[in-house]
């Protein structure tokens, strides 16, 4: 007994000597980029510092309770240290942010991707590799027993030398695979953080693409409108009509693939964070805000020490030299054995009765020799490794001067793409900015050219994100990802947001219609309609007497049809200065009553939109007439009861001058006032620059009672000829500017242009008899 007791306290001292070798590590400097707390934590459990890696295991799961990895390294701490705590937890819900920034993404990458937390288990295989080797040393005792009959077994085995240097060599292949390990996350974790800006940079261009396309499929299905009416008039040839629908149907088609496209980064990007392919993304507009550095050779040579692919190949020098070490001192091993006791299996036919002890020796006959070749294989094996090493660096340079040179080509071909751009943009402009008659060829002509500026805007779109991977390949090829990427708001979202707000604008024009003598003339209906489109007009407010749509109702349900397919929003326009004095307060109510019941007879495409009342006051008769202010206030008042009544949109002409018109302690200006007021003011200006002084009175009242307001412009001719340019430009120059002074007011709805038929005479150049008298009336 008193022999057991020995060799359980024998055992037991080895025991704790393990546990004591067990808090082991990487003993030489290894290469880690990386400042997070996780990084700092990872390093520590590398060098078998588990206090410290424990802490700072916890400091990056406060930073953030959905990093994985994090998760996973305080488990395989806790499993080391007899606490499994945090194996036990359960992880917290997590939901993508939205809009989704390409900083965040980086991040989840980091912290959930599952390539990732492989990376770190692997490190934590590694690790358990190193304990093991340092615990592999002395000798292997074995007590065995038998219960029938009685006996001890006692064996210890050791090798003569490898006590003593062969644990070392182990020790040392072991140390040099956890740096690999180290290196291979590393090495990981800069192709996964490529990858996600690669994936980000691709959803922003789909998500561009897709605006362009949706503008390039709204002019296309225009173009194709006008194509088939020229077609089956047979003003165009089919072979014509056939070239239209091919380049439509492309943008079409372009805009489904487009869609695909979207859905296949999508899922790619919830991959890569170790979400389900369908998780829904909104991405936040940023760009890449990086250069190259000026010395490339010099940076390169200050951070090629510590990629993971150099560091990686070094490591497999070291694991190489470890083994080759390690086979010198495998040397003859000799064999002790103890026995008690004849009856035992191990002692049988080997040794005499009663207690007895042997020794035997096992080696290769020829060890010298063998040794020597092996010796041999081994160096040439770390002297190819080595030459690895040097080539995995002369790679990694030439990868560098590969990703610069095609971050140079990258931005060269962007200035082309650009330039190219703005010609197209120039031609589409001259185009539109020329056309006189606004028929349908020249419509067509202005289509296809504001087509081709798109098509020469994603030619340029691709150029500029082609920039942004490339700048991402510098930094990628340097293992500077993702720590070197910074974002700022994406300049060409602005761009675009610009483009479209332009669009917006430019088309937001109303137009007053006195004389509707194309309501009952097809021709001249369709080239009304033409004429709007060319001009960018939106809203009409058309004349309707209560007694024309009473007795002849059908040209104008027909005329609604057809503008509300297109679609124009079409306001019954009607009123009289008269309609305010006494005796004819009744006939606004009248007007409404046959809006009201036309609206209700018709279908919903053969209805009003609103009513427009132009009852117009003059300085004169202010002046001569106070109570006419008075009596103004009362009128309209009635009118709005009326349009609440029947729920119908109320829009008021009044004068740029009602806010210098005081009544009682108000202006009249803010005696008209009431939230939601609709209003075109008369202004009427002939300088632009001008305009936003003289409006900023109406302007601030309608903001603030959240109203809108159009901008009345006179299409006099009289008023636009010079004799330097004609007056369709000199009209439209106006237009722009005034529609520029005033597009960023929250109120300012747009420009409206008085009125068709003097439009229209500018526009032809022709001359134009028309007196006020001439108005058509109740």
Known sequence: MRGVRHLLVIGWGLWLAGLGCAAVGVTYDVPFPGTEPFDRALMAYARGDLAVAKQEGRAALERDPHDLRAHDLLCAIGLETGSDESCRRAHELFAVPDPLSPET???LVMHRNPQMRQAVLEVVAARAQLREAQVSYGPELMVLTRFHPAGVFARLIQSMLSGLFEREALMDQAEAHLARALGSYAQRRAELSGRAADAYIARRESDVHLRWLAEAKTVGDELERIATILSADGVLSKAEHQDIQTEVSKVRRDLALLHGRVTTTSAELARLIGMPDDSPFMMAAKSVAVEPPEEVRAFFDAVAVRHPRLVAAQARVREADARKNRLLWALPRLDLRGTYGSSTEEGRGDFLEGFSIGLRVRTPLLIWPLQHARSDREEAFLRILEREVERVRHDLWVEVIVAVQGLQDAQQELQLARQEARAHYRAWQSLAAKDQLGVARDRMAILRAKLAWIAAERRAVERYFAVQRAQVRVYAAMDEVPGALTFVADPLESYVQEVAASGARSSSRALWVWRPDFLGDARERAFFFEFLRARNVKTLFLFASRERIHAHPAPFRTFLRFAHARGFEVQALNGEPTWILPGHEAKVIEFFEAI???????????????????????RRELRSRPEIGARFVAWLERADREARRRAMRLVLDIPAWFDDVRIGSETLLDRIVRPERAVAVMAYLKNPSRARRALDTE?????????????????????LRTSIERGDVVFEKRVRELEQELHDHPAFKGIAIHDYDRYRAVILSTPLKLSMTELPSE
């Open 105 to 107: 993404l980086l991040r």
């Open 596 to 618: 009201d019941r036309f609206n209700r007879e018709g279908t919903a495409d053969e209805r009003f939109d609103a009513v427009h009342l132009d009852v117009e006051i003059t």
């Open 699 to 719: 302007l601030k009242a309608l903001e603030r009672a959240k109203g809108t307001l159009w901008v009345g412009v006179s299409a006099d001719p009289a008023h």
